[in-house]
């Protein structure tokens, strides 16, 4: 059954959005935007949650179908977030959304090469074969294309309460992008009423690509701190990564992303096309979320 909130906002606009991956770094800025702008917001959600004010929230998993039929009723639109390695668990989730027929946005890569029939690692290729099985059910989705979220630095904290030094697999530049960003743009998508499913995929880029060490110095300045990057060998982040007690799979596709995802210098204005603002640089983020990283000395 739903788990509403008290006293939810009278809803300035009549689109209901069912948001899945809600919990995570950009679905948690996703619904403040959607919050904002009074639309009607239900959550599909594995595990209970705290209270979200004036949202509802169904329990339930995006591979079972009869999860996915209950969190579908009543909803125009759905962001699908697809958190899986494997497409095949999501013919259930896709059948229930062909036979309900909302609006589909979906989050994909911009490492996508449109070009190829394979792509450069496991994650990009899921992201691809995703949106592929959107299209062959009629779905016709409407595609955001997300670089690099400037959030998964995140994943540093604990090395930056601990010393100067960030160490991990280097990766290929990329123009790395604000979850805010994402989000603001998601979010006026998924308000909008005119179908733009045969304009996208929308390329959701920062304004500039940036190198892993490029990061760590721009929050090193930010954080009044000489930091730096040492890359580390696959073997030794990938025994790492594991002994954090990560899945042997992810880290095996994470590894492979960190080798084989060729570098890209990819920037556009496709964020401020959508929100009428510009994307915001790495340097203004780690300005904005210094204090997660511990305080200033």
């Known amino acids: 059954m739903p788990e509403s909130s008290p006293t939810p906002p009278t809803p300035a606009c009549s689109r209901s959005v069912l948001v899945t991956g809600a919990t995570g770094n950009l679905g948690r800025e996703l619904l403040a935007r959607l919050h904002a702008r009074a639309a009607v917001v239900r959550c599909l959600d594995r595990r209970r949650v705290g209270p979200r004010p004036g949202m509802e929230s169904v329990r339930g998993d995006l591979t079972d179908a009869d999860s996915v039929r209950a969190a579908l009723d009543g909803i ?55 949106e592929r099985r959107l299209r062959d059910a009629g779905l016709h989705p409407t595609v955001l294309r997300s670089d690099t979220l400037a959030s998964n630095t995140r994943g540093w904290a604990a090395q930056l309460r601990a010393g100067d030094v960030v160490t991990g697999p280097d990766i290929a530049r990329t123009a790395v992008v604000d979850e805010g960003d994402v989000a603001a743009a998601a979010a006026e998508v998924l308000l909008r009423r ?40 696959v073997d030794i982040a990938r025994a790492r990564m594991l002994a ?17 995802r060729p570098e890209s210098r990819l920037v556009t204005d496709d964020v401020e096309h959508l929100t009428g603002m510009p994307a915001r640089p790495f340097a203004q983020w780690a300005i904005d979320h210094s204090t997660e990283f511990g305080p200033r000395p």
């Open 244 to 260: 954090d007690g990560r899945p042997e799979r992810l880290v095996d596709a994470l590894i492979t992303a960190s080798t084989r």
């Open 194 to 233: 005119q179908d733009d499913s045969d304009r996208t995929p929308y390329l959701l880029t920062g304004p500039e690509p940036l190198s892993r060490a490029d990061q760590v110095e721009i929050l090193g300045a930010a954080l009044g701190r000489k930091l730096r990057f040492e890359p580390v060998p």
């Open 76 to 130: 125009d639109t759905v962001f699908l977030i697809w958190p899986l390695l494997d497409t095949a668990p999501a013919e259930p989730l896709i059948a229930e959304l062909a036979a309900a027929a909302p609006r589909v946005v979906y989050l994909s890569s911009t490492a996508i090469d449109d070009a190829s029939s394979r792509q450069s690692d496991p994650i990009v290729q899921v992201h691809a074969d995703m």
